[in-house]
């Protein structure tokens, strides 16, 4: 099915714009299909012209334009010529549409903890026509009025507030004018929490076997999303536009959240179901004050057109940092940009995939799904970083609210938003906006003595000036802070010369910009003894990211970053950095970078961490003290080489308190002890009767796939490669353990057949569903030449979609990376 050319787009944005959408569906069916009928006003600006509508059904049952039958067969590809236009026009649809299995278009699932099922409409970014007949562009955006028949014990939710017309019938309220991919309708028999603020309805929806869990967590997140609204509307001074606002956390949800305005959506294990970590609490914040920025940013301005969907992903990540650290009550929001978004985005860079911040390469709107990465979330937060500290905070703030001022209800693009920041800042960005937005990559910043030298990367030439910091630190004390604005490749740095011998010195040490930082080698010598004590969180995650930077690039043997995690990070007490760096370090370093001979001694001396980071939790009070002993626990499970203990920790004894019935930490344990291959199948059976949960029999797949056993490899590879029903999140819990085996030999036979396996996956799942088993289903843990071959001829393939050639393309460049600090390191 062809998707919408960036050109198609613009011609039928000149033709036509649309005055209202009516849409009628009918959710009592049954499991498999729901009824749709529409009716779409809309003003042709060329009578006589014509133009096409989108509609992607099961079956069509009726079309008429102007009142003219039209025949249901001349629907193709996905869309309905419409000749003949008049000056004003009414297209009406009927049509009986499919529910998707892939959390795109209109999603439905059953939870097996109870047999009820729900239903929730993700139509970004190109599903909105599985659903109901449209114009599915950013740019044609309407008033929507919907009306929901569904089971009568059933809730509906959606994009305006919802009225009970009588049982099983409810009215939702017509819309401020929507772009077709935020229309959303949630259904089923939720569990809701719902309060009010500053006259702003709210409400908090999430699966009723949920329940207990979302009453717990409920006021927590009505705090944040009150705060965020407050500290919103005196940023942009333009009050929150369209009226109720309710947070629904659905099932197999692939992304984290998603913006539609007045009913979003989230990936529902942020309703925590066991312990949950400060940082978890605060990604959840985050992630709710994100989604509320886009409310301004993305929902009242659209961008015009997917290459610029960096004016709602980077303001919206940037925004959500900026509000989480206004309101308080988060440790550092700003360091958890630091080591879980900017090691992201850093990757991102450096992978060929790699794009300006604007502009992103978007012709038609499937391929614009790839650029929804690092680049447009934590490069394009820290580029708005460096605008402000460019043009100061008062002319950022002003030129935002005259740019969403200017476009309300209407699209925006770079070249607007420039003029809206360059008014209120009274200069000229053009030469700004060319190396920091329009050109990617990132400055290789270092230090020659008391230099601090800037290289741009060869393939991205342009003059960034950074605004930045150095500072110096000895034992726990700071010893040196220098604030800077380098704008050339050799910039003095006034009394470092004076910072005494075996100082650990970090250039960009509060983290201000965007760049890749080369630590000195007295620096990296001195880590494993020093890193800890340096008191401040930014300067230790800029170290950290910029020592595992360095592994990723070949420049740093990788033992040198497992000497320092085992002397530092039992130490280290920010959440965040406890977190993502023990993630890394189990989920990449180890098994990618150091030699298979080599990984399982790893794991011992990485568990060995967690044993001392344990014991240093028991003399912490309260709830620091919980949470250092669930990071802690959390990482020995996935390392931990001691099987009775292991055993003894699946049956709930010597475990943490705070971990006590905790049943996700227990499948955590019970996948190490698979792997092991000690796990019988009555084992994992008896595992999955006592946890009934959604989560529970996708953690089930996941320990069935990761036994190093033929058998098991076979059976998850024909459930991948034969289940016609397979659920996005269950086609993901089945690859993400299917690679791992102790001995390569039992699935390197598998390696040569995964491209086929992919493209057929991708016939059966849409592109954001597929592109996340894609990243999975590569065979980057196996690092021998014959899988780079093999990767290389999946992406010589013609027959991929642009979700899965794109993930191809970033974990061939990861594989490429292991590959190259193996040759350097081994
Ligand atoms: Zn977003």
Request: glycine content about 8%.
């Amino acid at each position: 099915m062809p998707s919408l050319t960036r050109s198609e787009a613009l011609t039928r944005a000149a033709r036509i714009a649309v005055d209202s959408m009516e849409v009628d569906l009918d959710l009592d069916r049954g499991p498999q299909h729901f009824g749709s009928r529409t009716t779409i006003r809309f003003t042709c600006r060329e009578p006589g012209a014509e133009t096409f509508v989108d509609l992607r059904a099961h079956e069509v049952h009726a079309l008429s334009l102007n009142g003219t039958d039209v025949d249901p067969a001349s629907v193709t590809d996905g869309r309905l010529a419409l000749t003949g236009l008049a000056q004003t026009n009414v297209l009406e649809v009927d049509a009986t549409m499919a529910y998707s299995h892939d959390g795109q278009g209109l999603h439905r699932s059953t939870d097996p903890a109870d047999g009820e099922d729900y239903v929730y409409g993700h139509l970004f970014l190109d599903a909105a026509p599985t659903v109901f007949a449209c114009f599915d562009q950013p740019d044609l955006k309407a008033p929507y009025t919907l009306t929901v028949t569904a089971p009568t014990a059933w809730t509906v939710l959606g994009n305006g507030a919802a009225t009970l017309l009588a049982p099983g019938r409810t009215a939702l309220a017509t819309t401020q004018p929507l772009a077709s991919y935020f229309v959303t309708v949630c259904a089923g028999p939720w569990a809701s929490v719902r309060a009010e603020h500053d006259g702003i309805p709210l409400g908090i929806h999430a699966r009723r076997s949920l329940e207990p869990h979302l009453r717990d967590q409920a006021q927590q997140m009505i705090d944040v999303t009150a705060a965020c609204f407050d500290e919103y509307h005196r940023l942009f001074g333009i009050r929150y536009p369209f009226g109720e606002y309710h947070q629904v956390f659905v099932p197999e949800f692939n992304a984290g959240a998603m913006e539609n305005p007045g009913c979003v959506t989230f990936r529902d294990q942020m309703i925590f179901r066991g312990a949950a970590t400060p940082d978890q609490v605060f990604q959840r914040s985050n992630t709710i004050a994100h989604e509320m920025a886009h409310m301004w940013f993305g929902d009242l301005v659209t961008m015009r057109w997917w290459d610029d969907l960096w004016l709602n992903e980077s303001f919206a990540e940037y925004m959500a940092y900026r509000v989480t650290s206004a309101v308080g009550g988060f440790d550092e929001p700003w360091v958890e940009f630091g080591v879980m978004r900017k090691l992201w985005g850093y990757a991102a860079e450096r992978a060929p995939s790699t794009h300006p911040v604007a502009g992103s390469p978007a012709p038609d709107a499937l391929s614009a799904l790839g650029n929804f990465d690092g680049i447009s979330y934590a490069k394009g937060a820290s580029v708005l970083r460096q605008l402000i500290a460019h043009i100061g905070d008062d002319a950022f703030v002003a030129g935002v609210g005259e740019y969403l001022r200017s476009h309300a209800f209407g699209n925006g693009e770079l070249a607007e938003f420039i003029v809206a920041i360059e008014g209120a800042a009274g200069r000229s960005l053009t030469a700004w906006s060319a190396a920091w937005l329009q050109t990617a990559g990132a400055d290789r910043i270092g230090l020659e003595g008391d230099v601090l030298t800037r290289v741009a990367p060869e393939a991205h030439p342009a003059d960034r000036a950074h605004t930045l910091d150095v500072a110096a630190f000895v034992g726990g004390r700071e010893v040196a802070r220098v604030e800077l604005v380098v704008d050339g490749e050799r910039t003095p740095v006034p009394g470092l010369a004076d910072v005494p011998a075996g100082a650990l010195i970090v250039p960009n040490a509060s983290d201000l910009t965007w760049a890749e930082v080369a630590l000195d080698a007295a620096t990296i010598d001195g880590l494993p003894g020093n890193l800890a004590d340096v008191p401040d969180a930014s300067a230790r995650s800029v170290l950290w990211v910029s020592l595992l930077g360095s592994v990723a690039r070949g420049e740093v043997d990788p033992r040198t970053v497992l000497s320092v995690f085992v002397a530092a990070w039992p130490r280290e007490d920010s959440a965040a950095v406890l977190s993502r760096v023990s993630l890394l370090m189990t989920n990449q370093v180890v098994p990618l970078f150091l030699p298979p001979g080599e990984q399982e001694g790893a794991r011992a001396r990485v568990a060995d961490a967690a044993d001392a980071l344990l014991e240093r939790s028991a003399s912490v009070a309260g709830a620091s003290g919980d949470a250092l002993a669930v990071l802690a626990a959390r990482v020995w499970a996935r390392t931990g080489v001691d099987e009775d203990r292991l055993r003894r920790w699946a049956a709930g004894d010597g475990i943490p308190e705070v971990l006590v019935g905790d049943d996700d930490f227990r499948w955590s344990v019970l996948r190490r002890l698979a792997t092991f291959g000690v796990l019988g199948d009555d084992e994992i059976a008896a595992a999955e009767a006592a946890d009934r949960s959604l989560a529970g029999s996708l953690a089930a797949l996941g320990v069935r796939a990761v036994r190093p056993t033929a058998q098991a490899k076979e059976w998850a590879w024909g459930r991948l490669r034969d289940d016609a029903d397979l659920s996005n999140y269950a086609a993901l819990a089945i690859a993400g353990g299917f690679w791992t085996a102790p001995d390569a030999a039992l699935v390197r036979p598998y390696v040569a057949q995964v491209g086929d396996l992919l493209v057929g996956l991708s016939g059966r799942m849409g592109d954001d569903a597929v592109s996340r088993v894609v990243s999975a289903m590569h065979p980057t843990s196996l690092v021998e030449d014959g899988t780079l071959e093999a990767s290389a001829a999946m992406l010589a393939r013609a027959d991929l979609t642009p979700g899965v050639r794109r993930a191809l393309v970033d974990a061939n460049h990861e594989l490429r990376e292991a590959l190259a600090s193996r040759r350097r390191f081994d």
